[in-house]
């Protein structure tokens, strides 16, 4: 097995991951025929095929997928030797990667982030926005350390912690017919228009599912891709909205809204915190990971 060096096991993951070697080598900055040698030394020195190979490009053979979920630990296990080492290392500095979905950094997520960089100087947090879907798939392929995701996603091989909790309101302005009810139920809101919000997709989709298991349908008047232009176009009288009470709470004065929570079984959400292997992270993730449980409690 001498040609399973690490390289060769990262470039055999990018050929899995992406379907085609030109793709992996794109995304590893590395020849295509420099890649197809290391392929070919693997399954030389194995005296197995890893990749099935057609026009349409490449999976992992059985024998490939073996090889594939063994890599992946590895790979793991050596970045984490070389976090871990490197934070050892005098004057180093920490560093942490999240996938977090737009509802959690709308509504909790930089002030506790910048409460843990406060307390700890020495650790940088990089956070990037992902659907929940992609949010998983991004910690299950080990481009992020810790996911924040809907605990709808909480299935598969990761390790999911509950995390915090949210809850749907309507949001309509001051004229609305609805605006001066204290609380409302989903039906109560299907004869009017509303605006679909394509960073919420998760929750937008199971609520048509909700209406349509009531013999009705959610009608939709505009989708829009942020949190602010949804405002506006509730601000103007354009048609309503459901989003978390906690994101809008802070934005209906300046918009002049009003909310109205929904008070069905099912309005109130659920975040959880995803990783690979709690035991493996690093010491800065691990450190991330208890502050962020210990202030949701």
């Known amino acids: 097995m001498r040609h399973i060096d690490p390289i060769s096991l990262r470039l055999f993951i990018a050929v899995c991951e992406e379907g085609t070697i030109a793709r992996a080598s794109e995304r590893e900055f590395i020849a295509p025929s420099a890649v197809s040698k290391r392929i070919a030394d693997i399954e030389s020195d194995l005296g197995i095929s890893m990749l099935q190979r057609s026009k349409r490009g490449v ?3 059985p024998a490939g997928q073996a090889l594939l979920k063994h890599a992946r630990q590895l790979m793991r296990s050596m970045e984490r030797l070389q976090s871990e080492l490197g934070e050892y290392a005098e004057g180093a500095r920490g560093h942490v990667k999240i996938f977090a979905n737009i509802s959690s950094i709308m509504e909790f997520l930089p002030e506790e982030l910048s ?3 406060l307390a700890h100087e020495n650790i940088q947090v990089d956070i990037e926005e992902h659907f929940s879907p992609d949010v998983v798939r991004g910690v299950l392929e080990g481009q992020a350390d810790l996911g924040i ?3 709808s996603m909480a299935t598969g091989a990761l390790e999911f912690f ?4 949210d809850h749907l309101a309507l949001i309509v302005n001051a004229h609305h017919p609805l605006a001066n009810r204290s609380t409302i139920t989903l039906r109560e809101t299907l004869d009017y228009d509303h605006i679909g919000l394509s960073a919420f997709a998760t929750v ?3 609520i048509q599912t909700i209406a349509r298991e009531s013999g009705q349908e959610l009608k939709f008047r505009a989708h829009v891709s942020t949190f602010d232009a949804a405002y506006r176009l509730v601000q103007v ?4 909205t459901i989003l978390p009470r906690e994101a809008a709470s802070r934005y209906t004065e300046l918009f002049g809204l009003r909310l109205v929570p929904l008070t069905d079984t099912w309005a109130q959400g659920e975040f959880v915190i ?3 292997d709690a035991e493996a992270l690093s010491p800065s993730a691990r450190r991330l990971l208890n502050h962020l449980l210990a202030s949701a409690h």
């Not at 509950?162 to 909790?165: A, K, N, S, V």
């Not at 009288?237 to 309503?240: E, N, P, R, S, V």
């Open 237 to 240: 009288g354009l048609a309503q």
């Open 115 to 117: 409460a843990f960089m």
């Open 162 to 165: 509950p995390y915090r909790r």
């Open 59 to 61: 999976t992992p053979t």
């Open 149 to 151: 995701c809907r605990k």
């Open 204 to 206: 937008t989709s199971f």
């Open 274 to 276: 995803c990783v690979r």
